[in-house]
T-cell receptor
């Protein structure tokens, strides 16, 4: 069964520094998609970045990049030049084909950015 | 602007009462989803629907019911059979259930059982 694991319940980073949030996944499918979402204290879920299993390049979106290591089944989120507004919960999620498009989420990592 | 509207934002319920959470989208998305989030936890799937008049159970469907009579609407009823309904409920939609189609989420509904 598919599973997402985020082993860092909480992380601290100094403003303007880079931070890596870990995500490992388990699936028997060759085709799958990996997503990262941000959840501020308001509760809304904000999409950050997507990586397809067949994508050869690591995905990037502004200050966000996804360090995709397929053989290790890891999809770590890298946030460069952290800002105070980056303080939030971050969730890694996976979608497998023929599953109705549903996402399976990890437990999340709470990121706190220090001034 | 297109988006997903969930209501009410906060809801209090007495034990033994059914409550219905509303979810409306104007994104013309085919697929819709309901997730539950408990404090400090990830999201767990309750129900999902890929097309009007059809829906499937997720991982924690017991004590919940849904309907999908219109493409835009996917209401969730929390029944008295749900043993621990206090949680944050998130509705989402996507263009289709495939590939890179992103799930767009509503702002959520927080249900508290008194």
């Amino acid at each position: 069964a598919q599973k997402i694991t985020q082993t860092q319940p909480g992380m601290f980073v100094q403003e303007k520094e880079a931070v890596t949030l870990d995500c490992t996944y388990d699936t028997s499918d060759q085709s799958y998609g990996l997503f990262w979402y941000k959840q501020p204290s308001s509760g809304e879920m904000i999409f950050l970045i997507y990586q397809g299993s067949y994508d050869e390049q690591n995905a990037t979106e502004g200050r966000y990049s996804l360090n995709f290591q397929k053989a290790r089944k890891s999809a770590n989120l890298v946030i460069s030049a952290s800002q105070l507004g980056d303080s939030a919960m971050y969730f890694c999620a996976m979608r497998e084909p023929y599953q109705g498009g549903k996402l399976i989420f990890g437990q999340g990592t709470e990121l706190s950015v220090k001034p | 602007d297109g988006g997903i509207t969930q209501s009410p934002k906060y809801l209090f319920r007495k034990e033994g009462q059914n409550v219905t959470l509303s979810c409306e989208q104007n994104l013309n998305h085919d697929a819709m989803y309901w997730y539950r989030q408990d404090p400090g936890q990830g999201l767990r799937l309750i129900y999902y629907s890929q097309i009007v008049n059809d829906f499937q159970k997720g991982d924690i469907a017991e004590g919940y019911s849904v309907s999908r009579e219109k493409k835009e609407s996917f209401p969730l009823t929390v029944t008295s059979a749900q043993k621990n309904p206090t949680a944050f409920y998130l509705c989402a939609s996507s263009l289709s259930g495939a590939g890179a189609n992103v799930l767009t989420f509503g702002a959520g509904s927080r249900l508290t059982v008194l």
